[in-house]
């Protein structure tokens, strides 16, 4: 540990994974700064109030505002600590190229306020070989500081990667109790990286080089893509050939080394529908089956749309339901959301028949302006609309009991109503009330 004395911490960045972080840190003992470019968080937070939905997030960032441990700006001030936790997107090229662009800006500003001490970590999950590239743009930046792995005097500052590994919904929990993986540029480096984890972190911290813990956050989500890629391609597999998908994987699953994912409308988040590409872009030739996995998740979405729209097609005099929007159940996260892609498709082709249950959205996302389909609660479409299609499993959903969708024509792609009697030679997932 640093002593008995408590480092002020900077955390860049104050989305879903940087507010908890911030907040985390808080309830330590430390100190925390929390820089956002957007105003309208700072103000939020400063207020003791959050912008994002998470369980508990509420009290705990209030309670820390209060106590003084943590305040949010605009502006970057000088701290001992350094956590960037700010976005990694794709470049607009067509080609799912990582965009490090926020990852550098933010290495910028740390940079301006950054002294001799410092530990510099950066969170945000990134290709291979990101944290030396920040590590030589602030050692540019900073020629009066030395920089680990630059030299072979004992450097000014530490420099370190440490991804999280969290569950939306479960974030502050898994947060504290979730193993670390930590790569340092140096073993140095590691080993202060550890010393700060081991403040807030219940669950064992393994300090390893950037470029592994780099890499091993990429794999766990390809692994987690590959995986479900095969339980989507069986369920496209299942409706050619008028099989029930959720019966055949129970059944499989019996089997003492099977362990088959639920399969869905498609694969949403910022981490598993992204992360693949990044090891594809950096070895494009050598990621056949990660590439392949990733094609297969994006064209269940296109499945998904194809066969809801000839169901809604077929029952012309019915209003639909499409049940969720967010790209897993029960937050309110709607990123990369194969849910909200097909729902959109939908009302783009079908206009105001389509109707949207979202509890955890207050109002429709943009691409829905103009269509005429609207949101509507979850009582009024189980009254109002004769076709339902789920597509994120909310708990919400789940426990419609049976006698509610007595009459309806259903397209569970979640297989969330497994009482729903189905109708011989249906398509995938289609449950009819007979």
Known sequence: MMGDVKPDVCVVGLGYIGLPTAAIIARAGCKVLGLDVSQDVVDTINRGEIHIEEVDLDGLVHGVVQRGLLRASTQIEPADVFVIAVPTPFEKDGHHTPDISYVLAAATQVAAVLKAGDTVILESTSPVGTTEQMRDLMAGLRPDLKFPGTMRETPDVA???????????????????????IGGITPRCARKALAFYKRFVRGTCVTTDARSAEMTKLVENAYRDVNIAFANELSIVADRMGLDVWEVIRLANRHPRVNILQPGPGVGGHCIAVDPWFIVAGAPDETPLIRTARNVNDGKMHHVVKKAAELVAAHPHEKVACLGLAFKANIDDFRESPARYVAASLARQFGSRIHVVEPYAAQLPREFEGTGAVRIDLDSALEDCGVLIVLVDHDVFKVVPLAERQGKVVYDTRGIWSDQPAMPNVIEGLRLAG
């Open 159 to 181: 420099i370190a990667y440490c991804p999280e590994r969290v569950l939306p919904g479960r974030i502050l929990e898994e947060l504290t109790n979730n193993d670390r993986s």
